[in-house]
């Protein structure tokens, strides 16, 4: 199984500053098996990145997305107060997992 | 517009069964590959179990694996999870999720419905 380690577990940071959160696979996931998303309080998660890179419908230019193999990041340019949440990497190029989360909070 | 409305969630005794459902609509249902992920009360996402649009080729996780049934009915736009064997760390609440590109190899998940809980306890 692959496992994805998302860094840091949290991250506190004020509106309007760069966030970058990091993604790491036990294992290559090919080059762009790989998704992220937005978990807000009591909702559902929101697909922001899919594709490593390629941002979904409907979001924001400020998330752009990175990585390859087992190195991945996502970056959120200029914070906005509905960005703080939670955040899941996803993987689906050896069978599917999601990492454990980060966790971005207002300082 | 996009909508996945889970149902069939509650309370079961260890050892017991129960059967999810996600009615679908909004969009080709059929041609869709279509997910389970549950997240456990506090914790993290745990994908689950994912069906192809056609094919109806079944994909599961380790944790369910014989345990955990996926199955959709295309005439109906609805998707199952059937669940049996159910353990105390099954509990979590229980996403339907659809596919964004694809009717094959379960990718990114772009539309997800609110969730039902389901609670394993004796």
């Known amino acids: 199984e692959v496992v994805l380690t998302q860094s840091p577990g949290t991250l506190s940071l004020s509106p309007g500053e760069r966030a970058t959160l990091s993604c790491r696979a036990s294992q290559s996931v090919g080059s762009s098996y790989l998704a992220w998303y937005r978990q807000r309080p009591g909702q559902a998660p929101r697909l922001l990145i899919y594709a490593a890179s390629s941002r979904a419908p409907g979001i924001p230019d400020r998330f752009s997305g990175s990585g390859s193999g087992t190195d991945f990041t996502l970056t959120i340019s200029r914070l906005e107060p509905e960005d703080f949440a939670v955040y899941y990497c996803?993987?689906?190029?050896?069978?599917?997992?999601f990492g454990q989360g980060t966790r971005l909070e207002i300082k | 517009e996009v909508q996945l409305l889970e149902s069939g969630g509650g309370l079961v005794q260890p050892r017991g069964s129960l059967r999810l459902s996600c009615e679908a609509s909004?969009?080709?249902?059929?041609?869709?590959?279509m997910s389970w992920v549950r997240q456990a009360p506090g914790k993290g996402l745990e994908w689950v179990s994912a069906i192809t649009g056609t094919s109806g080729s079944t994909y599961y996780a380790d944790s369910v694996k014989g345990r955990f049934t996926i199955s959709r009915d295309n005439s109906k736009n609805t998707l199952y999870l059937q669940m049996s064997s159910l353990r105390v760390e099954d509990t979590a609440v229980y996403y339907c999720?659809?596919?964004?590109?694809?009717?094959?190899?379960?990718?990114?998940?772009?539309?997800w419905g609110q969730g039902t809980l389901v609670t394993v306890s004796s």
């Open positions: 996803q993987q689906y190029g050896r069978s599917h997992t």
């Open positions: 999720a659809k596919d964004m590109l694809s009717s094959g190899w379960p990718g990114e998940l772009d539309h």
């Open positions: 909004g969009f080709g249902f059929n041609s869709y590959t």
